[in-house]
């Protein structure tokens, strides 16, 4: 569901705002929050919370169906964020060594047309982060080609060589790739500083993807490649946090808490920036929950790590926070359930379900008997 933009006022919900959860009204208008007198819907019994941003979201290759396009995978995709409390979204999509298969140069190009072609139509703000794998040295120019002409603004480094090369069920084409990327190790630094100079010049925020050890998150961080998302043991983390680089953390993990990467001690002891989904929209708004379930974080604190943190890292500053002129990107929970019942995307309703349908829509009436 997507509609025109409100001119609302929110009333009788807990709002969280300014770091706290207060009881106040929320005015939204022209996609923005807003001020004065707007007619009213009665939220008492709800949260309206800042809509999600997830910097790192792989759930759409789910809907990647051989005989599905790729804009049917993504209204998919676009639809079960908006229906998780998502309004700002980042498709991980790879590039790696490989000429064919969905995680292939070939793949990232046209996941980026047909993105560009969707966004008109699109309920959440969709970008894409390219995963680009560390050995694919010659396609430097074409990878910057495609960030340049897509305007991609997030990548992320990662290594999967090293397994690939393990395993003995490929092809003898895809074999003969691996080798072939194996042989340019030597090549590989040279490549990434190459990629990290042009990222600066063009605003891309970039990274490194499951680290496995201080070390190599602190080779990445020298080349600039500050965020450090998804590491693999709590010493490429805790390097991070010494050097200023932010942490990104699977959401879905938190409720497990489990070595070797229990998720929840790390967030306790200030180790994560920000929750990613990953391969779980709904993951991100239950970890927020369950953090404050346990006691492991407030509300405002845990609700910060998918909204107001992964802002700050992406340096979105029009929202993440509900405040006077920013999107009105917002979730509104039910707080016996804690389930998203409405999410609004630029002051547009992306998603609408339960009780707050039923409020929504009676103001929505009322609005028009008022108007005849």
């Not at 807990?14 to 770091?19: A, K």
């Not at 292939?104 to 982060?129: K, T």
């Not at 998918?306 to 929202?319: F, K, M, N, T, Y």
Request: with cysteine; hydrophobic share 40%; net charge neutral.
């Amino acid at each position: 569901m997507m509609t025109a933009p409100l001119s609302l006022r929110l009333t009788g919900a807990t709002v969280l705002r300014d770091g706290q959860m207060i009881d106040r009204s929320v005015a939204i208008e022209d996609g923005r929050i807003s001020k004065g007198p707007l007619p009213e819907v009665d939220l008492r019994g709800y949260y309206i919370l800042p809509g999600i941003i997830d910097l790192h979201g792989a759930a759409f290759l789910r809907n990647m169906a051989p005989d599905q396009t790729l804009r049917t995978a993504l209204r998919a995709t676009d639809h079960a964020a908006a229906a998780h409390g998502v309004t700002t979204a980042w498709l991980s999509q790879g590039w790696g060594w490989s000429e064919q298969g969905p995680h292939s140069p070939a793949s990232a190009e046209a996941l980026l047309e047909a993105l560009d072609a969707y966004r008109p139509h699109a309920l959440s703000d969709l970008r894409v982060q390219i995963a680009c794998e560390t050995h694919t040295t010659d396609t430097a120019d074409r990878l910057l080609a495609a960030v340049r002409r897509h305007s991609v603004d997030h990548v992320m480094f990662r290594n999967t060589l090293p397994d690939a090369l393990l395993r003995n069920d490929w092809t003898p084409e895809t074999r003969a790739r691996l080798t072939e990327a194996e042989g340019q190790k030597r090549a590989v630094p040279r490549y990434l500083c190459r990629l990290a100079e042009a990222f600066d010049t063009l605003g891309v925020t970039y990274g490194s993807y499951a680290d496995p050890d201080g070390e190599t998150r602190e080779t990445f961080s020298m080349i600039g490649a500050k965020l450090c998302a998804c590491p693999t043991r709590r010493s490429a983390a805790a390097l991070a946090r010494a050097v200023g680089d932010p942490v990104l953390l699977r959401a879905g993990e938190v409720a497990k808490n489990s070595s070797p990467l229990p998720v929840t001690d790390l967030i306790r002891t200030r180790l994560c920036d920000a929750l990613v989904s990953d391969m779980s929209y709904p993951a991100l708004a239950a970890a927020a929950f369950h953090l404050t379930a346990t006691g492991t974080l407030t509300l405002p604190a845990a609700w910060a790590l998918v909204s107001e943190g992964p802002a700050q890292i992406l340096r979105l500053h029009d929202r993440g926070v509900i405040d006077y002129g920013r999107r009105a990107d917002l979730v509104i929970v039910n707080r016996a359930t804690n389930s998203v019942e409405a999410t609004l995307s630029g002051g547009r309703i992306t998603h609408l379900s339960g009780k707050a349908a039923t409020r929504f829509l009676g103001a929505r009436a009322d609005m028009t008997m008022a108007a005849e």
